[in-house]
């Protein structure tokens, strides 16, 4: 998935990384653990959490259906579930078109 840009330049990342990365704030990440069985980040001997690219996806996808797609918490993790692969269609469609809107806006201001 193309949501997150640099992340292939490391192999786990902290929950303060992700929580900057994908823009939401830790105690959600840790409320997000427990409401979605398939987020479940490594945690090292001291007990801290270590994410993955793979959760990191998993993250921004989530964040994908409740921010953009409104919808419940339920009605994510059942749509995780069922149809993943459509999820994650939907969602590199929409990146893809916030960023041609946003090439557009550019030119606009350039010419005015």
Not at 22 to 39: D, N, P
Not at 98 to 106: N, T
Request: net charge positive; hydrophobic share 40%.
């Amino acid at each position: 998935m193309a949501l997150i840009k640099d992340k292939e330049l490391k192999l786990y990342y902290s929950i303060k990384e992700v929580a900057d990365i994908v823009g939401v704030s830790a105690s959600t990440l840790r409320f997000w653990e427990k409401q979605f069985s398939e987020l479940s980040p490594k945690k090292n001997a001291g007990g801290i959490r270590q994410y993955t690219k793979e959760d990191v996806d998993l993250i921004a996808l989530i964040q994908h259906l409740l921010k953009d797609k409104g919808l419940t918490i339920a009605a994510a993790r059942d749509r995780l579930k069922t149809s993943r692969k459509a999820v994650i269609d939907s969602a590199d469609i929409v990146e893809r078109l916030k960023s041609v809107r946003d090439e557009l806006q550019a030119m606009l201001d350039e010419l005015q």
